[in-house]
């Protein structure tokens, strides 16, 4: 079956980084974008990053534009999430979600599978 399992979450400082990753497995990688999502507490799952098959197409909520980067190693079907200046506000769960695309496209709704979550907790 189908898995994605999430890993690098912890505790930081407001201002540090974390790098979040998501092994793939039981899918042909190749055909699916990738993305991250995060819900904090009390608030809806809300889009954060998505990638292409290829890698060379990306996509970033407003909120975490400039500061995180998306990116895959489709031979590790693992994709990953690099977050730099981290402030209280990212404080979530982030999820890995997959979707099987017909082209080189990113989406922010419609993923086919999805992670368990790591928790991020930014400290102000």
């Known amino acids: 079956q189908v898995q994605l399992i999430e890993s690098g979450g912890g505790l930081v400082q407001a201002g540090g980084s974390l790098r979040l990753s998501c092994a793939a497995s039981?899918?042909?990688?190749?055909?699916?974008?990738m993305a991250w999502f995060r819900q904090a507490p009390g608030k809806e799952r809300e889009f954060v990053a998505g990638?292409?098959?290829?890698?060379?197409?990306?996509d970033y909520s407003e909120s975490v534009k400039f500061r995180f980067t998306i990116s895959r190693d489709n031979p590790k079907s693992t994709v990953y999430l690099q977050m730099n200046t981290l402030r209280s506000e990212d404080t979530a769960v982030y999820y890995c979600?997959?979707?099987?695309?017909?082209?080189?496209?990113?989406?922010?709704?419609?993923?086919?599978?999805w992670g368990q979550g790591t928790q991020v907790t930014v400290s102000s």
């Open positions: 990638i292409s098959v290829s890698g060379r197409r990306t």
């Open positions: 039981g899918l042909t990688f190749n055909w699916y974008a």
């Open positions: 979600a997959a979707k099987k695309v017909m082209a080189d496209s990113i989406a922010r709704v419609g993923y086919d599978f």
